[in-house]
């Protein structure tokens, strides 16, 4: 079986999208068509600029379906496999960003230390870091031992000093700015 | 001539009598020229790491910078210096691990490793480094100057002959003749410019609900320019780059087998026998830089070729030969890589569109802080008032001469301090690039929907790199979509509701067929 080129797959996909966006996406997400009368006068519509570029689209796929190249989708599956890995390590970091404050702040509730909730403490130290620094060593640390193939604690402290650097720029001269993930609790 | 000499000491002015930075004895030191030689510093050192380019320092400062210097008028002209610093420092600094340890630290450098390293072995790299610096600053001083004389000139001709359908046109023509010409293959630069569009156009419209966001409420007030740019240019670089090393599995070899050095330095006659060379590639790499999306790559590859053969019909007996250790082959290539950086700044100083990664950052700054609005209606010197915009404009150059003499004096010094940052390990560098390019763009949007966002078209960045589709015209596409739209809507509205409005008068008639002619020269070029 003929390997499958890479150049027919983008342009037939570039041409079915641009297909259905333009029948069916921008008419129902849309609030204006092509054009729209107002005031008695004909002004261009908020459709017309998208459909103007998914028709960019679509002739960009028929150039793609009719060009000569040799790349196949080789190696595909292995990159997905590795995106689908780098995915799943982004959202972990982004759930120990998100949830280690405020897990914290709970715990220390129960033990009964801290009286407020993580939202009143996401300004005070040492609160309003330990998100950022759990998921940011994290996601540095979980990174270079995927690439290294293999778990090391100079991966760690790689990603502990890339926080601690963070914080010296971003957090501890400007006290508008707000790190991970203050500005979202 | 008097009005232009005015502003001319304006812009100076502003520069030097700008908000102080800090005191030193009492006397304040004005901000813009520290923050070019920040910049510069800055530039060099990224330009000699592989793996970082200045385009990622210039996004990654971005946040910073407007945190630090703040959201008025005040603030341009800082964090211009700084980002232009940036840009010409790493155009210089790529050099450096080309030279001394074979690998280019930014693609267009390539071509140095050819006589750099070759140089480099025989015992000289300080002559090596030194011949690539003047050639580089020479490249970069030479095209500067094209910048002062053709961005005024060009844009007061377009703002006297272009009315609003024939710039709607000029934009459609920049934008086809970016995606032809970027890339070997014109219709996936096609694909890259329509998806940036259609990235630009989610959200957005003028009707009261927003257009194109699947009733998804987080996605009414569009994509952010700055994550939508910084995942597909810098995330989705790092994604790539962290595959191929998960890949190979190897950290990058350094070649450190450097013998000592015999009589190193600059010898004497080098600067009469890269002369030639230096200027050739000036010229070369200016009028590449003045075309938009024309990259500095090509421009080293086209100096390089024609200084090879120019050298071939001239060398006297006992010349290296070009890639075996000839200071001209450094030459010709340093002087025509960074003559691309000035002339690059032509289109986005006189039209508003921006040539390279670099350019967008700076409209993006300027876009942020507000003020100054890149494009012909800058450079009006007949206003009754003074042109605060043109001030700044000649705040810009004054701030490009400021980061040329700093360069000439000591960015050779600095740049050969910084052999060592070619040291460290891609594998480490890239997850750190990575938080650093979140939290950057954390600080400025303050969502964590923003940094999912910027993810996603960091994947889209790794998706482009694996197909082998430019990101460029992607990345100028969402740029220009809002103002190419917002054009035509005024051009449609101007001509009385005219459906042919691109085609009623000649020039505009003009650059609609030149951008349809680009597509098509260059589609049946590639076959």
């Given at each position: 079986m003929k390997p499958i080129k890479a150049h027919v797959v983008l342009g037939l996909g570039a041409v079915i999208l641009a297909a259905l966006a333009i029948s069916l996406w921008l008419p129902n997400d849309s609030a204006t068509g092509l054009m729209v009368r107002l005031r008695g006068r004909t002004q261009i519509g908020d459709a017309l600029a998208p459909t103007a570029a998914f028709v960019i689209m679509a002739v960009s796929g028929l150039m793609l379906l009719f060009e000569r190249s040799d790349q196949t989708l080789e190696g595909m599956g292995r990159s997905t496999g590795f995106l689908a890995v780098l995915v799943i390590l982004f959202a972990v970091s982004l759930l120990l960003m998100r949830w280690t404050g405020p897990l914290a702040v709970t715990i220390a509730g129960f033990l009964g230390d801290v009286g407020h909730s993580y939202r009143e403490l996401r300004a005070t130290f040492p609160w309003k870091h330990l998100g950022f620094a759990t998921g940011g060593t994290f996601m540095v640390a979980s990174l270079i031992s995927l690439v290294e193939g293999r778990f090391t604690a100079k991966a760690v402290l790689v990603g502990a000093l890339t926080v601690l650097g963070l914080i010296l720029v971003f957090d501890l001269p400007f006290s508008d700015l707000l790190l991970p993930p203050n500005g979202d609790v | 001539m008097t009005d232009i000499l005015q502003y001319v000491w304006l812009g100076i002015l502003a520069v030097f009598t700008g908000t102080p930075l800090f005191t030193v004895m009492g006397m304040g030191i004005p901000a813009a020229p520290v923050m070019v030689a920040a910049g510069l510093f800055t530039g060099i050192a990224v330009g000699a790491t592989p793996g970082l380019a200045g385009p990622m320092a210039m996004a990654i400062s971005l946040p910073i910078l407007l945190s630090f210097f703040g959201f008025t008028p005040d603030a341009l002209l800082p964090v211009f210096g700084f980002l232009i610093g940036i840009m010409k420092g790493s155009t210089v600094g790529g050099a450096v691990p080309a030279i001394l340890f074979n690998m280019p630290g930014t693609p267009d450098s390539l071509m140095t490793t050819f006589d750099g390293h070759p140089m480099a072995r025989a015992g000289q790299p300080r002559r090596a480094l030194r011949i690539a610096q003047l050639s580089s600053v020479s490249g970069d001083t030479f095209s500067d100057i094209v910048l002062f004389v053709c961005a005024p000139f060009l844009a007061v001709v377009v703002e006297a002959y272009l009315d609003l359908p024939e710039k709607a046109a000029l934009l459609i023509l920049s934008i086809s003749f970016i995606a032809a010409v970027i890339g070997g293959s014109v219709g996936k630069g096609l694909l890259s410019v329509s998806l940036g569009l259609i990235a630009a156009f989610v959200g957005t419209g003028q009707a009261l609900s927003p257009r194109m966001t699947f009733g998804i409420d987080e996605l009414s007030r569009g994509f952010s320019v700055v994550g939508a740019i910084l995942g597909v240019l810098i995330i989705g670089e790092t994604l790539t780059s962290l595959e191929d090393l998960w890949i190979h599995r190897k950290k990058a070899r350094i070649d450190e087998s450097l013998p000592d050095s015999v009589v190193d330095g600059l010898e004497k006659g080098d600067v009469r026998r890269i002369l030639p060379h230096v200027l050739r590639s000036s010229v070369v790499g200016s009028v590449i830089g003045a075309l938009?999306?024309?990259?500095s790559a090509l421009a080293a590859t086209l100096g390089y070729t024609i200084g090879k053969n120019y050298h071939a019909k001239r060398m006297k007996p006992g010349d290296a030969v070009f890639g075996a250790g000839a200071p001209e082959g450094i030459a010709a290539t340093e002087a025509a890589n960074s003559a691309v950086s000035g002339a690059n700044l032509i289109p986005v100083l006189s039209l508003g569109i921006p040539g390279n990664a670099a350019a967008v950052f700076l409209i993006l700054a300027a876009d942020s802080i507000g003020g100054f609005n890149p494009g012909p209606q800058v450079f009006r010197f007949d206003t009754a008032q003074i042109n605060p915009e043109l001030v700044i404009a000649f705040g810009i150059f004054t701030l490009m001469s400021i980061g040329n003499i700093l360069n000439w004096v000591i960015g050779g010094r600095f740049m050969r301090a910084m052999g060592i940052l070619a040291r460290i390990p891609l594998q480490y560098l890239l997850p750190v690039v990575l938080l650093v390019t979140m939290t950057a763009i954390y600080v400025q949007d303050t969502s964590l929907f923003a940094l999912w966002v910027a993810f996603a078209f960091g994947i889209v960045g790794y998706v482009f790199r694996r197909c082998n589709i430019p990101v460029l015209p992607f990345v100028i596409a969402l740029v220009l979509a809002s103002p190419l739209e917002q054009t035509a809507r005024e051009a449609f509205a101007a001509t009385g509701g005219d459906p042919f409005f691109l085609f009623n008068s000649p020039t505009s008639t003009i650059f609609i067929l030149a951008a349809v002619a680009s597509v098509i020269f260059f589609a049946r070029a590639a076959k």
């Open positions: - | 938009p999306g024309v990259g």
